[in-house]
């Protein structure tokens, strides 16, 4: 089991790094290449596998241990949002908004399907996507998640667009599925239910709105939109909730 550390050490970490990626990956101009739906369906229509489909196919493969801890703690577009929670406090709400994702990313896996289908895996082109668009274009698709991140947080609430339209969380949702159906060992969130005082400061201090007391007093922290931030951990004075690694 992953040992608690003492309280707010996760957010001191996490925070500092998922912004610091966002910032770094925009500023240098390579969200696109590794992040951006958009190139990808482009090389699947030239039967080129470029770097986004290598980091798309790594962010299922590490979310059958992870789960959705990339979201939290690396993913660029977390840490716009990040940044924009410091200036929005209104909390996004769980609807049946949160299905749009899965139609987008439907309609998306079967554009990208239907390029490799027509057109073959004929090259491994990493740098596809940088080389050969003009700085201009580079810039329009780099800032064209923060131009979706930003309206969505400032109408919706904080991490609306992780839980409504993010094209990647559908890849670790899937990932964290199988694993739980085969009984994988990874990283998730352990209770000890018995020492929670009803105190709710988990459920305000998510940044995703999930009812964690609830998932508390039932001793399961199974929630496909929990993101493994460790606020729920950090905020709790009575050591309730833990990251730990079991089946």
């Known amino acids: 089991m992953v040992q608690a550390m003492s309280r707010s050490v996760y957010q001191k970490i996490r925070k500092p790094v998922v912004i610091t990626t966002a910032i770094l990956f925009h500023l240098l101009l390579i969200f696109h290449l590794l992040f951006s739906p958009v190139i990808i369906v482009m090389a699947s229509y030239k039967g080129i596998i470029n770097a986004s489909f290598v980091v798309f196919a790594l962010i299922i493969l590490l979310s059958l241990f992870f789960g959705r801890a990339y979201c939290s703690w690396f993913c660029p577009g977390c840490g716009v949002q990040e940044i924009m929670s410091f200036f929005i406090k209104k909390k996004s709400k769980n609807t049946k908004a949160l299905y749009i994702k899965y139609f987008l990313f439907t309609i998306w896996i079967g554009a990208i399907t239907a390029g490799y289908t027509l057109n073959g895996l004929n090259k491994i082109d990493l740098a596809y996507g940088m080389s050969d668009i003009s700085f201009a274009r580079k810039i329009v698709l780099t800032l064209g998640a923060i131009v979706i991140i930003v309206p969505l947080t400032a109408i919706f609430g904080q991490f609306a667009s992780c839980k409504y339209i993010c094209w990647q969380a559908p890849f670790m949702i899937i990932g964290t599925k199988i694993r739980d159906y085969f009984h994988f060992r990874?990283?998730?969130?352990?209770?000890?239910?018995?020492?929670?005082?009803?105190?709710?400061?988990?459920?305000?201090?998510?940044?995703?709105?999930?009812?964690?007391?609830?998932?508390?007093?039932?001793?399961?922290?199974?929630?496909?939109?929990?993101?493994?931030?460790?606020n729920c951990i950090d905020s709790c004075k009575h050591n309730v909730i833990r990251y730990a690694i079991t089946k």
């Open 186 to 230: 990874g990283l998730r969130l352990h209770v000890h239910a018995e020492n929670c005082r009803n105190c709710k400061i988990c459920n305000f201090k998510c940044p995703m709105n999930i009812d964690v007391m609830g998932h508390v007093k039932k001793n399961s922290m199974n929630n496909s939109e929990c993101i493994l931030c460790g």
